[in-house]
T-cell receptor
Framework: DVKVTQSSRYLVKRTGEKVFLECVQDMDHENMFWYRQDPGLGLRLIYFSYDVKMKEKGDIPEGYSVSREKKERFSLILESASTNQTSMYLC????????????FGDGTRLSIL | GQQLNQSPQSMFIQEGEDVSMNCTSSSIFNTWLWYKQDPGEGPVLLIALYKAGELTSNGRLTAQFGITRKDSFLNISASIPSDVGIYFCAGQKASGTYKYIFGTGTRLKVLA
């Protein structure tokens, strides 16, 4: 089975802090994704990466950056956390460049105070 | 970004009843996925559909890829309390990127 592991289930940070969310997958998947999930808005794509050191903006990249130094690891960075970034963050991975399904981690519920 | 229209938004049903939900789009898709998300967890893949008209089952769940390629349907037969959760559809456009567009979810509550 595909395993996507997010480093924290719950995280509380303060406004202005730099926040790192980590995601690791163990299936040698090429593609990795970061979403945020908010009530009534569904899943919104923040950034994705289709290869090491490659990254592309999703639908809502403002206030975020990402890093993919190794194939198995994809990090989401909140440069200066704000209260409107309080959300559930989901990492996903998928194989290849076709229509393979995305597999999700259990999510990180981030609260910015 | 584009969202898929998923309906109903929520539903309460009695244990043992069958459930139907659907997902529609104005665009053509080449792949449809259905996920279930339990409270506090990440979405788990239930069924993947790759061809128009395809009908695929996973236990009591059956999903269909609409023949217009603009919709998909999920049915759950004989619901049980552990079916509670949020069901998401996701579609990939025929242009063939590896990104998926997600529906807003159907929240299912089962009354014992």
């Amino acid at each position: 089975d595909v395993k996507v592991t997010q480093s924290s289930r719950y995280l509380v940070k303060r406004t202005g802090e730099k926040v790192f969310l980590e995601c690791v997958q163990d299936m040698d998947h090429e593609n990795m994704f970061w979403y945020r999930q908010d009530p009534g808005l569904g899943l919104r794509l923040i950034y994705f990466s289709y290869d090491v050191k490659m990254k592309e903006k999703g639908d809502i990249p403002e206030g975020y950056s990402v890093s993919r130094e190794k194939k198995e690891r994809f990090s989401l960075i909140l440069e200066s956390a704000s209260t409107n970034q309080t959300s559930m963050y989901l990492c996903a991975s998928s194989k290849g460049r076709g229509n393979q399904p995305q597999h999700f981690g259990d999510g990180t519920r981030l609260s910015i105070l | 970004g584009q969202q898929l229209n998923q309906s109903p938004q929520s539903m309460f049903i009695q244990e043992g009843e069958d459930v139907s939900m659907n997902c529609t789009s104005s665009s053509i898709f080449n792949t449809w996925l259905w996920y279930k998300q339990d409270p506090g967890e990440g979405p788990v893949l239930l069924i993947a559909l790759y061809k128009a008209g395809e009908l695929t089952s996973n236990g009591r769940l059956t999903a269909q890829f609409g023949i217009t390629r603009k919709d998909s349907f999920l049915n759950i037969s004989a619901s049980i309390p552990s079916d509670v959760g949020i069901y998401f559809c996701a579609g990939q456009k025929a242009s063939g990127t590896y990104k998926y567009i997600f529906g807003t979810g159907t929240r299912l509550k089962v009354l014992a």
